[in-house]
């Protein structure tokens, strides 16, 4: 198992460097593609109404651009994964792994 030099696990929280990245729903998809080159980051957390409502990763800008969504009138909230997965951040990343590998997160 990883630890973190003194044998323990390493935990999910020992992992995170600040707050997310968040972007409002109604956000056009251009404002999420600026987010995430201007940060160098792969995914924003989308907020509605000061809540949680979804991701948009990489993976879900490349989807929309190909479905040929024009990225100025598209919404974060159109184009945001809302069933989202989550662990404590005293979770193990061995833990964490294997929640992704179980549901198939990439």
């Known amino acids: 198992m990883i630890g973190n030099g003194g044998g323990a696990p390493v935990a999910v929280g020992d992992l995170i460097e600040g707050p997310a990245a968040v972007i409002e729903s109604t956000a056009p998809l251009s404002a999420v593609i600026e987010t995430l080159g ?13 809540a949680v409502a ?5 993976r ?20 945001m994964t809302r069933d989202l997965m989550t662990v404590e951040p005293s979770t193990s990343i061995h833990d964490a792994a294997v929640v992704m590998r179980d549901q198939h997160v990439r």
């Open 60 to 79: 879900d800008v490349v989807w929309a651009l190909a479905q040929g969504a024009d990225p100025d009138e598209i919404w974060a909230g159109d184009v």
């Open 38 to 50: 201007d940060l160098g980051i792969g995914l924003v957390v989308v907020m509605n109404d000061g």
């Open 54 to 58: 979804g991701v948009i990763s990489e």
